[in-house]
């Protein structure tokens, strides 16, 4: 069974640190970028961070450039988001994602909320 959860999610102060986990299983985790998107309450989900395959490349949205970063072992099965400095415009829920065979995979997501 392909499956991606999410962990790591708090109630954090601004300026404060989580890192997000993303554990994947059923699928050659090592073979496929994988992704971190972000929906915040009534707007649209975001993707907000990516990683190649190898984890050589990745790449994030402007809005959490020199903040955020994404990392992975590949060893574990295992993609992980480092957020540092948060804004309560942070505050969302998070969800990892990979692409299988051209269809994407959800995990059930974990909530990130920066508040005082």
């Known amino acids: 069974q392909v499956q991606l959860v999410e962990s790591g999610g708090d109630l954090v102060q601004p300026g404060g640190s989580l890192r997000l986990s993303c554990a994947a299983s059923?699928?050659?985790?090592?073979?496929?970028?994988m992704y971190w998107y972000r929906q915040g309450a009534g707007k649209e989900r975001e993707l907000v961070a990516t990683?190649?395959?190898?984890?050589?490349?990745?790449n994030y949205a402007g809005s959490v450039k020199g903040r955020f970063t994404i990392s992975r072992d590949n060893v574990k099965n295992t993609v992980y988001l480092q957020m540092n400095s948060l804004k309560p415009e942070d505050t969302a829920m998070y969800y990892c994602?990979?692409?299988?065979?051209?269809?994407?995979?959800w995990g059930q997501g974990t909530q990130v909320t920066v508040s005082s």
């Open positions: 990683i190649s395959s190898s984890g050589a490349f990745t």
């Open positions: 994602n990979a692409r299988y065979l051209g269809a994407p995979i």
């Open positions: 059923g699928f050659t985790f090592s073979s496929y970028a």
